[in-house]
Nanobody, 125 residues
Framework: QVQLVESGGGLVQPGGSLTLSCVTS????????VAWFRRAPGKEREGVSW????????AYGDSVKGRFTISRDNGKNTVFLRMNSLRPEDTAVYYC??????????????????WGRGTQGTVSS
């Protein structure tokens, strides 16, 4: 049974940092890509960051470029999202998700097969 479990959310002041983790399990043949999405209150789900399993290539949403970094620890089946210079508008529930096949658009929600339950990140003074 495939599971994705996020952790690391919390409350942080503007300008601060958080590191989110996503532990994956149950994959018998791996996945093509993993991504972080977020949903802020009253807004659509937004793609934040993406990583391709085969070569580690990455992509980022425009709103987080230069501030967020996606990485992985294959030995621990864990994907990380390091978030720096956080802003109040980064407040959201953050989800990790995996896609089994090639993606035309890396943040196409419908192409992702498995999702975690999310972790809340709140940026506020």
């Amino acid at each position: 049974q495939v599971q994705l479990v996020e952790s690391g959310g919390g409350l942080v002041q503007p300008g601060g940092s958080l590191t989110l983790s996503c532990v994956t399990s149950g994959f018998t043949s791996g996945y093509y890509a993993v991504a972080w999405f977020r949903r802020a209150p009253g807004k659509e789900r937004e793609g934040v960051s993406w990583l391709k399993s085969s070569d580690g290539s990455t992509a980022y949403g425009d709103s987080v470029k230069g501030r967020f970094t996606i990485s992985r620890d294959n030995g621990k089946n864990t994907v990380f999202l390091r978030m720096n210079s956080l802003r109040p508008e980064d407040t959201a529930v953050y989800y990790c998700a995996t896609a089994s096949g090639r993606l035309g658009y890396v943040f196409e929600v419908s192409e992702y097969d498995y999702w975690g339950r999310g972790t809340q990140g709140t940026v506020s003074s």
